[in-house]
């Protein structure tokens, strides 16, 4: 079943913080995160594996929460390159990936 | 990370023919899976591709519209065979990265298809 992301699409200003969320129905054992660009793959960003485990790249961090089958993308003090479209991931039986929705984020000057 | 080549990178076909999509790994994997996106949408599994065993086919792919190779653990095809309209997408191929940390998936660049 797909995750669930929100919010569909967010606007910031260089600078400001973001969290975008995914949330599934069914019991989650790890979640992904991917961002692409227009016209582009998706890129890796982090995965995590454990409930409450939190994680850091740079300036973008995600925590997941088992008990509420849910994780949390943070961007704080955005940039204009943390543009693109955000999706996650969760795994299903054979390393299959079943992507959510996505969430675009645009950063403006 | 691993860097997957994807080609071709675009085509306008002609309904009723086949396109044949290639990913050449620089390394080793297990697995590679094959993916849909509409411009604007998510990326939607079509097939599980294991070297010397069938393709896994997502619910809605069939083997005879998206026949899949994988003739060894760096290269697989993905054929898009009788192709209508509806089949324009972009196809992605995808693979599980060891070197990414804890396993993380890499992308081909896609391949953009427009079908007339």
């Not at chain 1, 069914?26 to 454990?50: C, D, N, T």
């Not at chain 1, 543009?83 to 299903?92: L, N, P, V």
């Not at chain 1, 054979?94 to 000057?109: D, H, K, Y």
Request: net charge neutral; aromatic share 8%; charged share 15%.
């Amino acid at each position: 079943q797909q995750p669930v992301q929100s919010p569909q699409a967010v606007i910031l200003r260089e600078g400001e913080d973001a969290v975008i969320n995914c949330s599934s129905s069914k019991a989650l054992y790890s979640v992904h995160w991917y961002r692409q660009k227009h016209g582009e793959a998706p890129v890796f960003l982090m995965i995590l594996l454990k409930g409450g485990e939190q994680k850091g790249h740079e300036k973008i961090s995600a925590s997941f929460n088992e008990k509420k089958q849910q994780s949390s993308l943070y961007l704080t003090a955005s940039q204009l390159s943390y543009s693109g479209t955000y999706f996650c991931g969760t795994e299903r039986g054979g390393s299959r990936l079943t992507f959510g929705e996505g969430t675009q984020l645009t950063v403006n000057p | 990370s691993a860097v997957i080549s994807q080609k071709p990178s675009r085509d306008i076909c002609q309904r009723g023919t086949s396109l044949t999509i290639q990913c050449q790994v620089d390394s080793q994997v297990t697995m590679m899976f094959w993916y849909r996106q509409q411009p604007g949408q998510s990326l939607t599994l079509i097939a599980t591709a294991n070297q010397g065993s069938e393709a896994t086919y997502e619910s809605g792919f069939v083997i005879d519209k998206f026949p899949i190779s994988r003739p060894n653990l760096t290269f697989s095809t993905l054929t898009v065979s009788n192709m209508s309209p509806e089949d324009s997408s972009i196809y992605l191929c995808s693979a599980q990265d060891s070197r990414l940390g804890e396993n993380g998936y890499t992308f081909g660049s896609g391949t953009r298809l427009t079908v007339v």
